[in-house]
Nanobody
């Protein structure tokens, strides 16, 4: 079994910072790409940040220069440092992990349950 758990969501004032964590655990052979998505009320889920196993990153234009994604491969954990937060960053943030449970299996996608980030103006 594989579990993906996010943490770190909170209520913060505009201009503030938060750090989200996403930990994958269980029967894991290797973790490939890890991604952060978010979904605001009434909106579609959108991709926020991506990090590969080698550390390459990519960001949505709306968060470039404010958010930083990183990972600890030894812990199968990904982080999202969010600075200069804006009310429009308010959303449930989801972690998506592409991994292999065994060497003879292909890549599978797992989602966390989400963590709420609320930015007040």
């Amino acid at each position: 079994q594989v579990q993906v758990v996010e943490s770190g969501g909170d209520l913060v004032q505009a201009g503030g910072s938060l750090r989200l964590s996403c930990a994958a655990s269980g029967s894991i052979f290797s973790v490939n790409v890890m991604r952060w998505f978010r979904q605001a009320p009434g909106k579609q889920r959108e991709l926020v940040a991506t990090i590969t196993s080698t550390g390459s990153t990519n960001y949505a234009d709306s968060v470039k220069g404010r958010f930083t994604v990183s990972r600890d491969n030894a812990k199968n954990t990904m982080y999202l440092q969010m600075n200069s937060l804006k009310p429009e960053d308010t959303a449930v943030y989801y972690c998506n992990v592409l991994l292999r449970r065994r060497s003879d299996l292909g890549t599978e996608a797992y989602w966390g349950q989400g963590t709420q980030v609320t930015v007040s103006s």
